[in-house]
């Protein structure tokens, strides 16, 4: 029996079926000071536990995007070891922040199932589950992946395609339980912009670049237990490049729309993401972001904005896509989310 | 309105205003764990818990330079955003040791300006303070910098020159409450020399060098949250280099420093400084240093010393300056501060 | 008086000496979050405090090869500072978890001696034992090593030889206290195999790869207080290389072989070890395992796998040695150890 995991094929999935992923783990003040260190963050509510304190909650949670990437890392093993290609994401929703001394750990479920017409790959998506250790769901997403078969001649599954939410609607999104932006301190947040003084349609240059080092994209996506070879493994590709994991362009540009965006202090919502092109060492990523909606919410002082945030390396701001509608050849990511913010 | 942190320019800065700077933090054992990672830091007091308190202390303080970089970072987006140059440092001191579980901010008082006489830009004197969550003060500087103005005509502010200290007098210290050595032990430490071992004018030259990498000064800037673009973004000088935060230096030199200087445990005052020469990565950063003066303290076995800490990328070591007075090409930093040594 | 630490020439050894090592250190999550920043550690007892309270123990132990770094990174500046190569490891043991929080030191005693024939250097044996804030020994393990002498002209020593056993016995391994696998969660851990699904003389390729930058084995290497030159500064080589420290090649490989062996989770013995040739950052790293014996334990549930585990840079899996009998020039490390699995 061989004993190292060769990760699963398109055959091997079933509808419905649930995937405990391996590996639990326990955070503490490391990963946020790691998560300090690999990206420009500065978020105050993330970065001060006084600040946390000050608007309801018990402490600064970890971030939620660490938060993202640790539960996405468990997946791997099981979901993304043979993909071709990481098609979307959506309905994401973070439900309880994560504190110190938290354990997390990951399940999906098999939500729909498309063989491609060519026979020799399909589509996956699965409903992803990251919990705690009292057993609460900590946050949520729907992923696709484009999987290859492994014997070609395997029946096709009946075809499932999920039904799922282009964009979480407002009343979709949990307000952590005690937020409260009442007594918001926006000289300790680091600009004075709040939830009205952001205009649907408006965008934003947040300017800031940075040059990404190899050393830098590994450490970050070890820290998450993501074990996909083409991150670090530099005879993985014909052209020895290591591919820059998603995630760790999607938290740079979250870190980096800080400026312009100090106020939009936490995820609640993640609508769609497309990896547009492939990040690799020796890029300079810049961002911009647009806002897309705006909404209130049952929660003291909370505003929620619906933001899109766009990472690029090169290229002016604002520019997206092509005539031909297709993503021009330096955008590197297109997120679309939502985050609170004070009213 | 544009969202984004334009910085301030020369003419925006009015003589005693206070600037609150955003983004407090609160560091944990993930700070000081990273802080041993980026650099070769060895003294014992910062290294063990338990030594610490042998030595009087509740536990191992954050470096006293990390608590430094934590305020200083927190200053560069209102201070020197549009800086041209970095002046000179004076009257440092280190008030409070930082503990884990602490929350950092920082403020700064205008103390000092000077407009040029090109009328394009001037010098700006400020007093930045760090404080903890319980308000108390854990360190302070004086730091000026040469700054853009953004209206070339805006009328020039009455010339005011801060009277600053050549040299902190030994009675400027503050001795952290409880610090008693007479009880240190020396083969912990690393090294037998105490306080008496050391004649001013005493030279050593540190022997260890450490080459850099653009990941390490980037993890270590970005962890201080300092966000000056041109340490980050290799499109933003011409030559495609990214500049080494200065306190990256200076946080290397004081660690290869340990190396005939285990003792000199804790950092009390900061005198002055000058990064000399730019220093990049690839760069191989060698030090020595020289005793400039000794005092006795009242504390029970604790003695100071006044060091010049040098650091240089090539070079023989006490080379410093030219005949014309200039530092030589080599050299990245000339340092002078006061440190906590067994007697 | 020379300030500076001119290391232990082979002359300057006793018989029986102990030397106590400098600088102690506490540990915390920032260890363990950086050491899952480093190595693609995912052994899940180390992972998750949840997991190692579900096999009875406290917590999640601080990875048993952290702590032998730790250890031995004290022991370089009176080891190995003078030494021409690091010859051999014996009798390895883990006697105690190291937890957050805890304070390890370390100190060794000179148990053989042997001078060259050429009378210019010998071989120094030492026994180094860690210890926790305690007293308690966490490990122990020889080590032997060639140190230049200072004085050729020196004495030889009467030559000591001592008697080290090849490999550990499954009873001289020490089970931490309390462990017990029988409810070890197989799904949580990563992998279905247990103690008897291996087979002596089985040989397990671990798939994975890791190509190693500069600034991730410094990083490593001094978070351990390593403190050779020889790691850290391009010029100290005549060739402009960095010899990467070789625990930092035992830690990835290591952590590499979780891909077929999850569930050895525990090192508990180091029956010995040779790092082949030598690594250089851009190398990339790939492993193998072979399972050389197999035990049982007193403890409930738990067995020993006997193993060595083989890194390379480049050629096939399985390759150690040629016709010669001396090894390739592709491995970079030979180390035999036992590991603690479930039954």
Same mark, same amino acid.
């Given at each position: 029996m061989a004993k190292t995991n060769p990760g699963r094929f398109f055959e091997e999935y079933r509808m419905g079926e649930v995937i405990d992923h391996a590996v639990p783990r326990t955070v503490s003040g490391g990963e946020r000071?790691? *998560?300090?260190?690999?990206?420009?963050?500065?978020?105050?509510? *993330?970065?001060?536990?006084?600040?946390?304190?000050?608007?309801?909650?018990p402490g600064a949670p970890l971030d939620d995007l660490a938060a993202f990437h640790l539960v996405f890392g468990k997946t791997v093993p099981d979901v993304s070891l043979n993909a071709v290609a990481n098609l979307g994401y959506a309905e994401g929703r973070w439900l309880k922040p994560v504190y110190q001394g938290d354990t997390l750990r990951a399940s999906s479920e098999v939500i729909g199932l498309k063989q491609n017409s060519n026979g020799k790959s399909g589509v996956v998506w699965v409903r992803t589950r990251g919990t705690n250790q009292r057993g609460e769901t900590v946050l949520e997403y729907c992923r696709w992946v484009m999987v290859r078969k492994k014997d070609h001649d395997a029946p096709a599954p009946?075809?499932? /395609?999920?039904e799922l939410k282009e964009v979480l609607a407002p009343e979709d999104l949990v307000i952590p339980e005690g937020l409260d932006f009442t007594n918001y301190d926006f000289t300790l947040a680091g600009e004075p912009h709040r939830w009205g003084d952001y205009a649907i349609g408006e965008r934003i240059d947040h300017v800031d670049g940075v040059t990404i080092e190899e050393a830098e994209h590994m450490l970050a996506t070890?820290? @998450? #237990?993501?074990?996909? &070879?083409?991150?670090?493994?530099?005879?993985?590709?014909?052209?020895?490049?290591?591919?820059? *994991? %998603?995630?760790?362009?999607?938290?740079?540009?979250?870190?980096?729309?800080?400026? %312009?965006?100090?106020?939009? #202090?936490?995820?609640?919502? /993640?609508?769609?993401?497309?990896?547009?092109?492939?990040?690799?060492?020796?890029?300079?990523?810049?961002? @911009?972001?647009?806002?897309?909606?705006?909404?209130?919410?049952?929660?003291? %002082?909370?505003?929620?904005?619906?933001?899109?945030?766009?990472?690029? &390396? %090169?290229?002016?701001?604002?520019? /997206? &896509?092509?005539?031909?509608?297709? *993503?021009?050849?330096?955008?590197?990511l297109d997120l679309d989310y939502w985050a609170l913010i004070p009213r």
């Open positions: 000071a790691l *998560y300090h260190a690999l990206y420009p963050a500065r978020h105050a509510l *993330y970065s001060s536990d006084d600040f946390a304190r000050s608007v309801g909650l009946e075809t499932v /395609l999920p070890r820290l @998450w #237990q993501n074990t996909a &070879k083409v991150h670090f493994d530099a005879t993985h590709r014909e052209d020895g490049k290591r591919l820059i *994991y %998603g995630g760790h362009v999607i938290s740079l540009a979250r870190a980096l729309s800080f400026n %312009g965006l100090a106020n939009a #202090q936490m995820i609640a919502g /993640l609508n769609g993401g497309a990896h547009a092109n492939p990040c690799f060492a020796g890029d300079t990523v810049k961002v @911009w972001s647009e806002v897309l909606d705006c909404a209130e919410t049952p929660a003291p %002082g909370v505003g929620a904005l619906r933001l899109r945030l766009v990472a690029a &390396k %090169g290229g002016a701001p604002f520019a /997206l &896509k092509g005539e031909d509608g297709r *993503y021009l050849p330096e955008v590197l």
